[in-house]
């Protein structure tokens, strides 16, 4: 695993414009970013799709599997857990993950990049 450097928070959106298992697409620093709220937690990931290529992953399908927080490529269907971006059906595929925090009801967002 290849060593992460973190930029600054961005103030992205009120939280109360993010519906429950519902992404929502945002530009932070130039990067698209999906944002979801699931099981009262909050998540950040890339919206590009590692397999398929597009963005697309903030229309993707919220769910889990044995307890953990999922989201379904809404292209082919891989699944990546929310915690990590680890994809469960392509063990050699990630997503790429943002740190995600809600601060006097204003969601942020920090960018994770590989160095």
């Known amino acids: 695993m290849s060593p992460t450097s ?4 961005t103030a992205v ?5 993010l519906d429950p298992d519902r992404g929502v ?3 932070v620093d130039g990067v698209q970013v999906a ?13 590009l799709d590692p397999v ?9 399908i919220v769910g889990s599997r044995g307890g953990v927080p999922t989201l379904a490529s809404p292209l082919h269907k891989q699944v990546y857990d929310l915690r990590t971006g680890r994809c469960l ?4 595929v990630t997503l790429r993950r943002h740190e995600a925090r809600c601060r006097d ?7 994770r990049q590989e160095e």
């Open 6 to 9: 973190t930029l600054d928070w």
């Open 13 to 17: 959106c009120p939280l109360d414009r």
């Open 25 to 27: 697409a945002a530009l």
């Open 35 to 47: 944002l979801f709220v699931t099981g009262g937690e909050l998540y950040a990931v890339d919206n």
């Open 52 to 60: 398929g290529g597009a963005y697309v992953m903030s229309r993707g």
């Open 89 to 92: 059906d392509l063990p050699d």
């Open 105 to 111: 009801g204003v969601v942020e967002v920090r960018l």
